[in-house]
């Protein structure tokens, strides 16, 4: 549902920047609207991710026995990669106008409307009230995705309060036109950065980076109390995707029967998977 709502008003936010970029002219628009661009096809990809780690049935469940989960991080690092490329564009359009300024005195003059500043505040009012409510589902399902798209609207707002910043300033004196290329040029660089951090975080995920002390000493606390006759050897966790793949490794007496080691194992290993920050856990019984 998050990722439909954001599709639908980034629709409505492409063709309101489109109509303001094509009256104005502003390279700070230009900015803010190849944001949009890419954040239509990064909505896609991320509808496309979720879909793909949540199916599992039937072929599916075959084909994938651990899952796609991994495929959203996948995706958030395709988005960060296409919006870091459209943004090293706009760089380069401006800095190309910057220096046609500097060698040949060139102005390039932005005329814009009460509309058009109108259409750029409602835009950055709306993307502030989707920004609150992705959050907010983030916190409710964890969903990389959902977040990656809470940042998105995050980077909307600022992207285009600077924007904004830039059109009025352009607007209130034609010697201050040179707002218009710098405000550009910091608005690429602040997206740049923002989706590569982004990207980087989810790329740990896939690589496996350890879980956090705090869950560690859960998972531990959990295993120590377990059961009485097992004593706790090893705990290791790690990022298979966004959640965590768990390893244990308990300790009992070698007399212990086979169905006793066996039903210690797997209810410990359905109790660490109850836990929503967990794909899979694996327990070995050791003597």
């Known amino acids: ?54 199916d599992q049935q039937g072929a599916t469940k075959v084909l994938y026995p651990a899952g796609r989960s991994r495929a959203e991080p996948v995706g958030v690092i395709a988005c960060a990669l296409l919006m870091a490329m459209a943004s090293a564009q706009v760089i380069r359009d401006a800095l190309v106008s910057l220096y046609g300024y500097w060698q040949h005195g060139d102005v390039r003059p932005v005329d814009m409307t009460y509309y058009d500043l109108g259409l750029l505040a409602s835009t950055i009012a709306l993307k502030f009230v989707l ?22 609207h995050l980077n909307d707002v600022l992207s285009n309060l600077g924007a ?15 707002a218009d290329p710098v405000g550009a040029v910091a608005i690429s660089v602040y997206i740049i950065h923002s ?34 006759a097992a004593s706790l050897d090893l705990v290791r966790a790690y990022h298979f995707g966004p959640r965590f793949l768990v390893e244990i490794e308990i300790v009992m007496l ?26 899979r856990c694996f327990v070995h019984v050791d003597y």
């Open 131 to 152: 920004y609150l409510w992705c959050r907010s589902k983030f916190a409710e399902t964890n969903n990389v995705t959902v977040e990656a798209v809470a940042q998105d």
């Open 195 to 228: 989706w590569l951090c982004t990207g980087m975080e989810q790329l740990e995920f896939l690589v496996g980076r350890s879980a956090d002390p705090e869950f560690l000493d859960q998972v531990r606390e959990m295993a120590e109390t377990h059961d009485p």
């Open 254 to 279: 070698p007399e212990t029967p086979l169905r006793v080691s066996h039903d210690v194992g797997i209810m410990l290993q359905h109790k660490i998977e109850r836990l929503e920050q967990v794909d």
């Open 1 to 54: 549902r998050v990722h439909m709502v954001s599709l639908v008003v980034n629709v409505l936010l492409f063709g309101s920047k489109l109509w303001v970029y094509l009256s104005s002219g502003a390279m700070v628009v230009l900015a803010a609207l190849v944001d949009s661009t890419v954040d239509l096809l990064a909505q896609a990809i991320l509808l496309v991710t979720n879909r793909l780690a949540t």
């Open 164 to 178: 904004l910043a830039a059109a009025v300033l352009t607007q209130l004196s034609p010697s201050l036109w040179l």
